[in-house]
């Protein structure tokens, strides 16, 4: 900045002079310069300006500005806020730095002050300072008059805001009950509570332009917070204690915020101003002047805590994290380029600057230890490379920390250093002390959350007292204060003293308050429930439903299920009520299960707090026993607080997009999410030790619409310059067994997965195009082994998913790798068995003219026949007892009759040959002919001698041997049909064969049928022809007639007997022409379905070859196999282009697969993972749309309002009243024609002017503050209204308006 000229400026000269200075500094910094766009540098410039203001209270004095305004330290230090603030998340689409600059007024930093000090040191004395802080003064209480008047002129006081203390707020039954039916009536009159939450975000954002830099959050995100918050307070304002604790909570929530009594009031005018032009009459004074009171009640209570408790939160979250040595974790959790940016940067300046000589940064990290200090502390491996795998390396570095830590006996985690002086101090035996130290993590980071404090101090009353011995819990606290000095030593200071102190003695008194009723509570209950007689439990069933229906009438909405149902769910309650007591551990994480499971399904958390006095109110009418009202009542409520908690965390703004099944919702939801966080919304939800998954949740409740965006989100690759981002390892990591899900649950969705995970080139050279198949997960699981995608995949048995080329790539690449050979050696055997057995039976003892054969032939059919038996028979008897055996053990069986089968014999074909098989072969070795003449191989007959066949003895067996033979024979050569696997086309030929074998079957059916018939009218008539003689012998002359051998000579015999001939002719047209005829054509039929899916079925069957074939091959040889596919190195997207690893890259045709649209999202600006996504074409032109419909919706609304006139009362979109006007929603009352020329008089000159700006595109307009109080009231979406929107917009397209 050497080219500034020193100037003495004062006022508003030397604040842009100030500014001026700052921005041309920071567009200079290398550091920053990557972030400066050009488009932005006004916004930039106007967010330096805001920012520097604050540096005097009232206005700049007379300042020197020069080249040496600030040092180098200083303004380094300025930068560094800057590259931290810029990581954190940011509104959608917001350029980084100038909101990074917007939020440096929001944060405490030293820093900071530091640089306004040096600012304050560059003011020059001036007289006239006197003057203009008075003037300062006048312009501070013109505001606060001006604020006033704004409360005022609602009928409010500022006064009525109470900022000096919060007390249980105090409202009359009946009024309360007015408000919360106002506000009902309010979320009632929005199609969801989130359009409701979208309005409320929208008034309190349009009322409040000076206040929208408090808008950091996504709208969606925001808008659902509102409504929750204002909802949660409002429910419950029958019960003061229970609308304080939520105003505390909520409070301490807003402790980051500047929240002042003028802010409380444009908020709440925002929110009732809103009220009645949705409600307009609806709203009584009584409702309003109630809701007023709960408005002015959060907002001081809000003012209340954050003056009177924010700086001891603030100690206590910041030494809690230095004694968990969990600071460092939270600051590693940054950009990982930015890192890489950061270390680069600092390599520059060290060189510029030369060795020996430190840059102000580093100077200033010396003095003080900042983000950046605690990242380049660790940054280096031993090999002196950077390594940017954030969770790893800071494992590793905390291994080796602990190590060390271990070695010298320090302790340097607070669970460590509390162990330790608990047992220097004597108490180690105090086994309780253990108990509160295993909760105090959450219950120092819930302080600020009294509800959930009280909560987690309940439960922990309850584990207490599961703990045999005295409890003293003064114990603990001089334990926990020891620990927290000795590892704390630096900050340690009084401040620190009295804020441990505090907590402690919150925690303590509602400890204090439980301990040693937990017991008594259980006898009381325990015995009530093991007395509670059926006629009792029956009639608590129905009361509790009764009363419940009573005090909250909308609950009957939810609760849909049978009447056994809900007895079912009563009865529950009373088991975990007392489970609470006995199991407090194992029911706090199913109650979380269960809450979660209540996100999905869509349950108000304020029909909790009627069920549960419902339930008390029974019990204690039932009874009557006051202690057993208190043992119930305090147990099931402690199980509601807990699962509303569940529920409240629970509730993301995605599992609510599921509930709703909505496309749209979902990808309004999705993109709030942050890029590097936004595949962990889609799969996971914690609250506490238990988790859901949205997407899990989507395809199991059957929101498939929801399930299906979310399924796509997650396998679309996007790309900032930095990195890519591909959710198909996170899918795989929380879900392993995704596959087995969608196959089972939704079939539907597979094939959108498998499109997901290929990548395929827009770009073709020479011909072919780049291909990426991400399919290591479906290869290999977790440890290494096969996964189980493909049997998953084969169970469906879907020829059309089989031909998807993700799975055919895999199957070939498994097939023709590691299975080919295995499955051929296997075969092969076969192949020998059968050639051997072919030789004992069928070619031997053809090889001479003597039937009985030579003594050499003899022994060569006995060798064969031994080999058979003994490695054929026996191992085939092996196999097929073990699989018996395993299926009876694992009840795999299907009950034929009273006979168990195991499942495969009746479902896979190839089991049941085997089987059948073994045992032919089983019957032929017991009647093998060469065993029964083994004893008199010497007799005196023909062919006696060694292994002959020809003895008497064998008589009787022979031939039953040779037709088991025969039936082998076929047997082992059915088994040859698996050969066809080598060759898809073969197998699909095969498998179409097959597939058309019933047709044949039932027709063979029809003809047996036909002839049976026939043969017995034939054998009926006298006529005598020796071929119909007996129904045997005439359906044996119908058969040969049918198959074309009948013999032309007895046709001619068949002139004689002429009632014969008749019925021949008959059977010849019956079978022969119309049967068969019949067969082909069903043939046809069958062989057109199939054939489009024979290759399907082709590689269905080579996949269960796969997977049964996988198990016998050796681990190690699988392990090489998928090593040589080098899964993890990273595939090319194109030349230079290094993309995601975890599958393989081909190419295939161009002509292939036509892609003329790049699959990547590609994305511009920042590169943080902290950044949202910008929104997609596709989504802006949807919403475009919409917001023109309700453009019309409003304008309407407008126009047919004036039309009513004065006298109008109602002014929603359901209707207009007057003698003009009639009910939009009436179906009596037709839609207007609006074909018919309109007089312009009648027509709205302001509403024809807007939809003329929208409909020409234009991106701005000017439009009166009644237009655009019309546009921020958000209107409930009718049927009539939206069709006469369509048929305006119809007519203009048309030109008839």
């Known amino acids: 900045m050497e080219h500034l000229t020193t100037e003495t400026l004062d006022g508003d000269e030397a604040l842009v002079a100030t500014a001026n200075y700052f921005f041309q500094a920071l567009r200079a910094d290398a550091r920053l310069k990557s972030f400066v766009v050009p488009q932005n540098l006004e916004k930039l410039a106007k967010e330096l300006r805001t920012f520097l203001s604050r540096a005097f209270d009232g206005g700049y004095p007379k300042m020197e500005i020069g080249p040496d305004l600030v040092s180098s330290r200083a303004f380094s230090q300025l930068v560094d806020i800057l590259q931290e603030l810029m990581k954190r998340p940011l509104p959608l689409g917001e350029d980084a730095l100038v909101a990074a600059v917007a939020m440096l007024g929001e944060i405490d930093d030293g820093r900071v002050m530091q640089l306004f000090k040096e600012l304050e040191r560059a003011a020059v004395e001036d007289t006239d300072n006197v003057e203009a802080d008075e003037e300062a003064e006048e312009d501070e209480l013109e505001f606060e008059e001006e604020a006033d008047h704004t409360v005022k002129g609602t009928g409010a006081f500022a006064g009525d805001v109470n900022t000096s203390s919060l007390e249980d707020m105090v409202m009359p039954a009946q009024q309360a009950e007015q408000v919360q039916n106002c506000w009902r009536s309010f979320l009632d009159s929005f199609a969801s509570r989130e359009i409701a939450g979208e309005a409320i975000y929208g008034a309190l954002f349009d009322s409040a332009p000076s206040l929208q830099s408090l808008f950091k959050t996504p709208r969606a995100v925001m808008s659902l917070r509102f409504m929750m918050g204002i909802n949660q307070i409002i429910m419950s304002l029958q019960d003061g204690q229970q609308v304080r604790l939520l105003v505390e909570a909520l409070g301490f929530q807003h402790l980051d915020l500047e929240v002042t009594v003028p802010r409380v009031a444009v908020f709440r005018d925002a929110i009732m101003d809103l009220l009645a032009s949705e409600m307009g009459s609806k709203v009584t004074p009584q409702a309003a002047e109630g809701l007023r009171q709960t408005l002015n009640y959060a907002g001081g209570g809000y003012i209340f805590i954050r003056e009177k408790f924010s700086e001891r939160l603030k100690i206590l979250t910041s030494s809690w994290k230095i004694a968990n040595g969990t600071e460092d974790e939270e600051s590693y959790a940054v950009d990982e380029m930015a890192l890489e940016e950061k270390e680069d940067e600092e390599d520059e300046e060290a060189e510029e600057s030369g060795e020996g000589e430190e840059s102000p940064s580093q100077e200033m990290n010396k003095e003080k230890k900042g983000l950046w200090d605690s990242l380049t502390s660790r940054k280096n491996g031993p090999d002196g490379g950077s390594n940017f795998m954030a969770s790893s390396s800071f494992d590793a570095e905390s291994k080796d920390k602990k190590k060390k830590g271990s070695q010298q006996d320090v302790p340097t985690t607070f669970n460590e250093m509390f162990r330790f002086n608990a047992a220097v101090m004597g108490l180690s035996n105090r086994a309780w002390m253990f108990e509160v130290l295993l909760s105090f993590d959450a219950i120092v980071k819930n302080i600020a959350n009294s509800y959930r404090l009280q909560e987690e101090c309940d439960v922990l009353a309850l584990k207490i007292t599961k703990i045999p011995g005295e409890v003293k819990l003064a114990e603990y606290k001089a334990v926990m204060l020891a620990s927290l000095r000795s590892l704390v030593p630096k900050d340690w200071d009084t401040h620190h003293e009295v804020a441990w102190n505090w907590l402690w003695d919150n925690v303590e008194r509602m400890l204090e308050k439980e301990l040693g009723k937990p017991a008594g509570r259980q006898r009381v209950y325990g015995r009530f429930l093991g007395s509670l007689e059926d006629d009792t439990r029956q009639t608590l069933r129905q009361e509790v439903y009764s009363k419940f229906f009573v005090l909250a009438p909308a609950g009957q909405d939810y609760f849909k299920q049978s009447t056994t149902r809900l007895y079912f769910i009563a009865d529950k309650i009373l088991e975990m009520t007392l489970d609470m007591y006995k199991e407090p551990k194992r029911m706090v994480d199913d109650i979380s299960a269960l809450g979660l499971r209540h996100v999905g399904y869509g349950i108000p958390t304020e029909f909790f707090s009627p069920f549960v006095t419902a339930c008390v109110e029974v019990v204690r009418e039932l009874m009557g026993d006051e202690k057993l009202v208190d043992a119930f009542g305090w147990s099931l409520g402690l199980i509601s607080r807990v699962l509303v908690r569940t529920i409240n965390e629970g509730s993301t703004i995605v599992m609510k997009a599921i509930n709703t099944n909505s496309v749209k919702q979902v990808k309004k939801a999705l993109s709030c999410a942050p890029r590097g966080k936004r595949a962990l919304w889609m799969l996971n939800v914690t609250v506490g030790t238990q988790s859901i998954s949205p997407l899990v949740w989507s395809i199991s409740s059957g929101s498939l619409e929801a399930a299906s965006v979310i399924l796509q989100d997650l396998l679309t690759i996007r790309a900032d310059r930095d990195r890519y981002y591909y959710g198909v390892d996170e899918i795989f990591k929380r879900h392993p067994d995704i596959v087995e899900i969608i196959t089972n649950e939704s079939q539907a969705l597979l094939p959108l997965m498998m499109d997901g995970m290929i990548w395929r080139s827009r770009v073709a050279v020479g011909g072919y195009r780049r291909v990426n198949y991400f399919l290591k997960h479906l290869l290999v699981n977790s440890e290494g082994q096969f996964a189980d995608a493909m049997s998953w995949i084969c169970k469906m048995q879907d020829p059309h998913i089989t031909t998807h080329p993700l799975l055919v790539t895999l199957s070939d690449l498994v097939w023709n790798s590691i299975i080919y050979r295995t499955f051929l050696l296997g075969k092969m055997w076969l192949m020998f068995t059968i050639v051997v057995y072919l030789f004992s039976q069928a070619v031997v003892k053809n090889m001479s003219s003597n039937p009985e054969g030579t003594d050499d032939e ?440």
């Open 858 to 1297: 003899r022994i060569a059919t006995f060798a064969c026949r031994a080999f058979v038996y003994l490695c054929s028979m026996v191992e085939l008897l092996y196999s097929r007892t073990k699989y018996a055996c395993k299926a009876f053990k694992e009840g795999d069986t299907i009950m034929i009759g009273r006979l168990p089968v195991p499942r495969r014999y009746l479902e896979d074909w190839h089991e049941a040959n085997s089987m059948l098989l073994t045992f032919v072969l089983s019957l032929m070795f017991m009647l093998e002919p060469v065993l029964y003449c083994m004893q008199s191989y010497d007799g005196d007959f023909e062919g006696s001698g060694l292994f002959t066949q020809s003895c008497s003895e064998a008589n009787d067996v022979r031939e039953v041997y040779t037709v088991l033979s025969m039936l082998a024979m076929l047997l082992y050569f059915a088994l040859l049909i698996d050969f066809t696997a080598l060759s898809t086309r073969l197998s699909a030929f095969v498998l179409v064969t097959a597939r058309v074998i019933p047709e044949l079957a039932l027709t063979l059916v029809a003809a047996a049928y036909i002839m049976l018939t026939f043969s017995s009218a034939v054998t009926a008539t006298n006529e005598n022809n020796k071929d119909f003689d007996g129904i045997a012998r005439a359906a044996l002359s119908f058969f040969e007639i049918a198959i074309g051998i009948y013999s032309g000579t007895h046709y001619e015999k068949l002139h004689e007997t002429p009632g014969t001939m008749l019925a021949t002719c008959a059977f010849i047209i019956t079978v022969t022409i119309f049967l068969f005829n019949v067969l082909i054509a069903q043939l046809i039929c069958a062989y057109q379905k199939i054939f489009s899916n024979m290759l399907g079925y082709a590689r269905l069957s080579r996949m269960d070859i796969v997977c049964d074939t996988m198990p016998s091959i050796p681990r190690r040889r699988f392990a090489k196999f998928v090593e040589d596919l080098k899964l993890d190195e990273r595939m090319e997207f194109g030349e230079g282009d290094v993309g995601l690893p975890g599958g393989i890259q081909v190419t295939e045709l161009a002509g292939l697969h036509p892609t003329t649209v790049d699959s990547i999202r590609r994305f511009g600006g920042s590169t943080s993972p902290a950044m949202q996504w910008p929104e997609e074409e596709e989504d802006a032109e949807a919403d475009k749309f919409e917001r023109l419909e309700k453009t019309f919706q409003k304008a309407m609304k407008k126009m047919l309002s004036s039309k009513g006139g004065s006298g109008s009362e109602d002014t929603g979109v359901s209707g207009v009243s007057g003698s003009d006007g009639g009910d939009l929603n009436d179906p009596k009352v037709p839609p207007p024609d609006f074909r018919s020329p309109l007089p312009v008089a009648n027509l709205n000159l302001e509403f024809s002017a807007e939809v003329y700006k929208r409909l020409s595109g234009l991106s701005s307009f000017d439009a009166t503050p009644s237009t655009r109080d019309a546009e921020r009231a958000h209107v409930g979406r009718s049927t009539t209204s939206r069709s006469w929107c369509g048929l305006l917009l119809g007519s203009f397209r048309q030109g008839h308006v």
